[in-house]
């Protein structure tokens, strides 16, 4: 008999506080920084007996009664409740889960999901939890294709390349990279075109960090480095103003024999004009008379700026009136643009990256010189250098 009624008090425990196990809500997240105080406590307080009568009544595990409010059971419960609702927020869309059940259905079925099937589900990923399913359904068609259909190889490299871009429109990063591994369990094939998604992304967002990713992933996986991935890569150093980054994987491309764009030198040399780096500048430039002919505004003024930094005005004229000689139209017209440039905020910029103890020699050189260039040109252009040898000149 005492056993039969000890059973039945435990029994209206339970049901009193039937709320906290229930079996539909998902797992418990780590408790939030408020709760954690709470939590130590009840996990350091020492253990009440509850006697036969308190069971009876229906006491919680804290040793409140049914009319009392226990704080760590509301929070408990609070939390819990919490946990559901962001689960329910993180659903995916109605259209990629329904083309994902079709799919499933069809693969249980042993059949064949059809292919349109497959891109409808990567236009309707509006989401990351979309792409969750994306990336659930891929390895279990790759199974299916091998075991049913005997097709051991990878899905096309066009479908691959639409998963980056579906990964990267919705910022599931992470789901993008997993294509660029070799021998995945996705049936993803690496390409270079893929990479170049990923650093694009890279490049709008500024984000230096998955730039290096993406490079590491590319020789891990022994993907051939190309002229339009140096192209992106020097880009993004550059306006990140990150010299070094720049630096290292220039050596890597040239190693490579990679053949640089235009677009890949203006931004080497710009960049190195910028910082007064005249060996890297002179380097590039070498490079890039090798394979092309005709400057651009951006190779040939960063010249024109290299010439200054050695104390050669005049050739730094004279490779202006070339560069103007040689371009046409809008081109000619940007000419004065970029010298306007050169004489009121190219000085402060590269002054920035000097030594402290060399800042007052080059502006002295460049008060000096940059009149008499802009001089021998002829053009019309305002030249205000009164400050730039003065300590707060060479600070702005």
């Known amino acids: 008999m005492q056993v039969a009624a000890r059973s039945r008090g435990l029994a209206t425990v339970f049901r009193t506080h039937c709320f906290l196990i229930s079996t539909r809500l998902p797992a418990v997240e780590p408790p939030a920084s408020d709760a954690v105080h709470?939590?130590?406590?009840?996990?350091?307080?020492?253990?009440?007996?509850?006697?036969?009568?308190?069971?009876g009544n229906g006491?919680?595990?804290?040793?409140?009664?049914?009319?009392?409010?226990?704080?760590?059971?509301c929070m408990m419960a609070v939390r819990l409740y919490s946990t559901e609702a962001s689960g329910l927020e993180a659903s995916p869309t109605d259209a990629a889960k329904g083309v994902y059940d079709k799919m499933s259905e069809s693969i249980k079925a042993r059949t064949c999901p059809p292919n349109a099937l497959m891109w409808s589900l990567i236009e309707n990923c509006k989401k990351k939890e979309d792409i969750k399913l994306l990336f659930t359904i891929l390895p279990e068609l790759r199974i299916f294709r091998l075991s049913n259909l005997h097709i051991p190889s990878?899905?096309?490299?066009?479908?691959?390349?639409?998963?980056?871009?579906?990964?990267?429109?919705?910022?599931?990063?992470?789901?993008?990279?997993?294509?660029?591994?070799?021998?995945?369990?996705?049936?993803?094939?690496?390409?270079?075109?893929?990479?170049?998604?990923?650093?694009?992304?890279?490049?709008?967002?500024?984000?230096?960090?998955?730039?290096?990713?993406?490079?590491?992933?590319?020789?891990?996986?022994?993907?051939?480095?190309?002229?339009?991935?140096?192209?992106?890569?020097?880009?993004?150093?550059?306006?990140?103003d990150d010299w070094n980054l720049l630096s290292k994987y220039m050596?890597?491309?040239?190693?490579a024999g990679v053949k640089f764009r235009q677009?890949?030198?203006?931004?080497?040399?710009?960049?190195?004009?910028?910082?007064?780096?005249?060996?890297?500048?002179?380097?590039?430039?070498?490079?890039?008379?090798?394979?092309?002919?005709?400057?651009?505004?951006?190779?040939?003024?960063?010249?024109?700026?290299?010439?200054?930094?050695?104390?050669?005005?005049?050739?730094?004229?004279?490779?202006?009136?070339?560069?103007?000689?040689?371009?046409?139209?809008?081109k000619r017209a940007g000419v004065i643009i970029e010298l306007q440039k050169l004489v009121s905020e190219w000085p402060q910029e590269v002054l920035k990256y000097q030594k402290e103890e060399d800042r007052k020699a080059l502006a002295a050189v460049l008060k000096s010189d940059i009149p008499k260039m802009v001089s021998r040109l002829g053009m019309d252009v305002s030249v205000n250098l009164e400050n730039l040898d003065k300590e707060e000149g060479m600070r702005s």
């Open 263 to 330: 677009t890949t030198f203006d931004s080497w040399m710009e960049f190195a004009a910028k910082r007064g780096d005249t060996k890297s500048l002179w380097e590039a430039e070498k490079l890039r008379s090798e394979s092309k002919r005709k400057h651009t505004l951006a190779s040939g003024f960063a010249c024109a700026k290299g010439l200054l930094l050695e104390h050669k005005p005049d050739d730094s004229a004279n490779a202006i009136q070339h560069l103007n000689q040689e371009l046409t139209g809008d």
């Open 251 to 255: 050596k890597r491309f040239l190693r």
């Open 154 to 240: 990878n899905f096309n490299n066009n479908l691959c390349l639409e998963i980056t871009k579906a990964c990267i429109r919705v910022g599931a990063i992470d789901y993008a990279k997993k294509g660029l591994i070799k021998h995945n369990i996705y049936g993803l094939s690496p390409s270079i075109p893929s990479a170049h998604q990923i650093l694009l992304h890279a490049k709008e967002q500024n984000d230096t960090k998955l730039m290096v990713d993406i490079m590491k992933l590319i020789k891990r996986n022994d993907l051939p480095l190309q002229p339009g991935t140096a192209d992106i890569v020097f880009s993004i150093c550059h306006i990140a």
């Open 38 to 55: 709470n939590l130590r406590h009840y996990t350091n307080c020492p253990r009440q007996k509850l006697s036969d009568s308190e069971v």
């Open 59 to 73: 006491r919680c595990i804290h040793g409140q009664s049914p009319r009392e409010k226990c704080s760590l059971c």
